[in-house]
């Protein structure tokens, strides 16, 4: 059985990742398989513990940490979050697709131990435009959205580090050209064989 592929997601913070992961996921032709993070911070009343994210103590974390289960690991607005590699080798074992959805600084830390991931930077339109968009998201408290703000241009200085950068100015086009890099490269490593 050939090995899976690791797709790696990033990019600027509010930028709308989530609304291309979802649609990704759906997509019956790239059989992708949600990779679930860990995260400290609290569970919102919507979530489900298991499918939006494993919550979990500090200590918790620090001791997945400790013992290098996870591939990459961030901090934000004083709670923990990382990719636990035991699921993602699991997956990519069994010949999944597998998908991360992970911070611009954690990108790195992937690539150390997935070399073949391949890995996607998503950009705004326009830094006025994203700014707008967190405004609108989190305009009832202003320090968070500046602390977004702030957080989404050290993102975005990072993106020229990327080989795959994809504006997202309309969901679907972006969805079809991440797809279509998806695709050419399970082809590309099926003629390797």
């Given amino acids: 059985m050939s090995k899976g592929l690791v797709v790696v997601l990033s990019g600027a913070s509010s930028v709308g990742k989530g609304k291309i992961v979802d649609e990704l ?14 995260t400290t911070r609290p ?20 001791t997945a940490l400790k013992k290098k289960e996870l591939l990459e690991y961030t901090s934000f607005n004083g709670y923990y979050y990382g990719t636990p590699r035991a699921q993602v080798d699991f997956l990519e074992e069994q010949g999944k697709n597998v998908l ?21 930077f998503v950009l705004p339109k326009s830094m006025e435009d994203l700014e707008k968009q967190i405004h609108e ?23 020229p580090l990327w ?14 050209q991440i797809k279509a890099k998806i695709l050419e490269e399970i082809e590309a490593r099926k003629t390797k064989k």
């Fill in 100 to 120: 991360l959805e992970v911070e611009a600084q954690g990108v790195g830390q992937v690539k150390l131990f997935k070399p073949d991931a391949l890995c996607f």
């Fill in 25 to 38: 996921l759906k997509d019956p032709d790239l059989k992708l398989m949600y990779s679930i993070s860990l």
């Fill in 137 to 159: 998201i989190y305009g009832d408290n202003d320090a968070s959205a500046e602390m977004r703000i702030n957080k989404a241009r050290m993102e975005m200085e990072l993106a």
């Fill in 43 to 62: 569970q919102k009343e919507h979530e489900v513990d298991g499918q939006d994210y494993y919550f979990v103590s500090h200590k918790q974390f620090a």
């Fill in 163 to 176: 080989r795959n950068t994809v504006t997202n100015e309309d969901i679907p086009l972006a969805v079809a």
